[in-house]
């Protein structure tokens, strides 16, 4: 028996052949769902990545940017570690009190430390109170190919069958893939016939397990490409992880005005579309402060921060165009950039600086859109 048959046959035989999805949709009252990406390297000597982002905001001038679990231990030295489960615990109760519906975590190999952040989500005694999902990447979801193909189908399918993973569509987990061009070259898929065949296989251990097809969402930068990606692979939508225009010195309202242009960007294609909501992008700590993940990068490229009222207005329209453009958003989903991106310039995350204003301004938002719907 191939080795793809065997372990879907040993994953039916644990679970039973009729069983069924138990995660449902969080919807909230009819107005699309908001999650926000998570990536979690906020774990300092957990691993050399977590050490090198405590660097790129110990100057300082970014002191500003710490969470909350932050401490300032020197002029120039900071620690960021969020690693414990009383900090993710509040983390939930945060995001949770704001309305979100749900976070997208950035998958790693459950070895790795940049897993800790989904480990601790998924040991909460208050998980129920905020959904997840999965934001693979390219790169690493492609490394050695079909063989490695077996274990992570297992993996996401144990994932689909926790009771707050998010679905849309009527009981289809949500996923998203970004860096998709990752997915081929040396050392990983040797051809998109072969991603495409890896995902067609994904697809079918699900519907064989008892549970709706994934609903997948490819994320990039270029229209154009992520359509060409998508009907490669046999996606079902197409999105953004972070959004930039390259522009010097801007403000937050010409961010905010670029990706809301891109919705209609994306819509153009014929795809449907999971807006992105942006909290900004300002790399300048990176630039500062090289890490070994992002080669170059200009000192002058970058947009202010946005004040909470800016933000609670770019979500306001996202959550408008998702109403004016029913076929296109589908799914009725909203993704933010993002929850934890301190040095890339995106969160959410309450602030040392800032406190919860930034999700007060989210709540507000919610809120409104709420009101708006049940007059």
Same mark, same amino acid.
């Given at each position: 028996m191939p080795v793809f048959s065997l372990m879907l046959s040993i994953i039916l035989a644990a679970n039973g052949a009729t069983a069924t999805a138990e995660a449902e949709a969080s919807t909230g009252p009819d107005r699309p769902i908001v999650g926000a990406i998570r990536w979690d390297a906020w774990h300092g000597d957990a691993s050399s990545v977590g050490l090198t982002v405590e660097q790129t905001l110990a100057p300082k001038h970014w002191h500003y940017r710490l969470p909350f679990f932050g401490k300032v231990v020197g002029e120039n030295a900071v620690e960021a570690r969020g690693h414990t489960q009383e900090i993710v615990d509040q983390e939930i109760a945060y995001a949770a009190d704001a309305g979100l519906d749900y976070w997208a975590f950035v998958i790693y190999p459950p070895e790795e430390a940049l897993s800790l952040g989904l480990r601790l989500y998924l040991s909460s005694a208050h998980k129920h109170r905020i959904n997840f999902c999965l934001d693979l990447q390219g790169g690493w979801e492609g490394r050695d190919g079909m063989k490695a193909w077996p274990e992570r189908i297992e993996r996401y399918l144990r994932l689909f069958r926790e009771p707050t993973y998010q679905t849309v569509l009527d009981g289809r987990?949500? @996923?998203?893939? &970004?860096? @998709?061009? $990752?997915?081929? $070259?040396? $050392? =990983?898929?040797? /051809?998109?016939?072969?991603? =495409?065949a890896a995902f067609d296989q994904l697809r079918e251990a699900t519907v064989q397990a008892g549970m709706p097809t994934p609903y997948i969402v490819a994320q990039g930068w270029s229209p154009d490409t992520l359509k060409e990606q998508a009907e490669r692979l046999g996606l079902d939508a197409i999105g953004a992880y972070a959004s930039s225009a390259g522009e010097k010195a801007a403000t937050y309202a010409q961010l905010a005005a670029h990706t809301e242009r891109w919705w209609d960007a994306f819509k153009a294609t014929g795809m449907p579309v999971v807006p992105l909501v942006t909290a900004g992008w300002d790399m300048r700590p990176r630039v500062e402060t090289p890490v070994p993940w992002v080669e170059g990068g200009d000192i002058e490229q970058y947009y202010e921060a946005p004040t909470p009222e800016e933000l609670g207005a770019h979500l306001g329209k996202a959550i408008a165009w998702c109403r004016e453009h029913p076929d296109a958003a589908e799914a009725q989903a909203?993704?933010? &950039?993002? %929850?934890?991106?301190?040095?890339? $310039?995106? %969160?959410?995350?309450? /602030?040392?600086?800032?406190? /919860?204003a930034r999700l007060d301004a989210i709540r507000d938002a919610l809120r409104a859109a709420e009101s708006a719907s049940a007059r």
């Open positions: 987990p949500l @996923v998203y893939l &970004y860096s @998709v061009e $990752g997915l081929v $070259g040396p $050392g =990983r898929f040797e /051809t998109w016939e072969e991603a =495409r909203i993704l933010i &950039y993002a %929850w934890n991106e301190f040095d890339e $310039g995106g %969160w959410i995350c309450p /602030t040392l600086s800032e406190g /919860t």
